[in-house]
Nanobody, 120 residues
Framework: QVYLVESGGGSVQAGGSLRLSCEAT????????MNWFRQAPGQAREGVAAIDSDGTITYADSVKGRFTISKDNAKNTLYLQMNDLQPEDTAMYFCRTEWQCMEITPLGTWGQGTQVTVSS
């Protein structure tokens, strides 16, 4: 069993930046795809960014050019640098391990989430 703990959320004004972290402990497997998802109130969870075990990176169109995903394998930690934040980025952000990037399958694991709030 892998355990994921996110941190780094907060409240910022539009144009601001935040850096999210996700520390993985337990049965961490290097073959996972590591993902960031988000869920705004009343909306479904959506994939934001993912980094596969071979280093391939995928971004949702809505965050391309503003968000950067990275990971430190030695620390088992996933990051999401978020720049030029906009009110529409307001959501709970979740870290997820998966076998398929930007997908939600029964085999994945969620973290507890960290709230990001962007005011205009």
């Amino acid at each position: 069993q892998v355990y994921l703990v996110e941190s780094g959320g907060g409240s910022v004004q539009a144009g601001g930046s935040l850096r999210l972290s996700c520390e993985a402990t337990g049965d961490v497997y290097s073959g996972y795809c590591m993902n960031w998802f988000r869920q705004a109130p009343g909306q479904a969870r959506e994939g934001v960014a993912a980094i596969d075990s071979d280093g391939t990176i995928t971004y949702a169109d809505s965050v391309k050019g503003r968000f950067t995903i990275s990971k430190d394998n030695a620390k088992n930690t996933l990051y999401l640098q978020m720049n030029d934040l906009q009110p529409e980025d307001t959501a709970m952000y979740f870290c997820r391990t998966e076998w398929q990037c930007m997908e939600i399958t029964p085999l994945g694991t969620w973290g507890q989430g960290t709230q990001v709030t962007v005011s205009s």
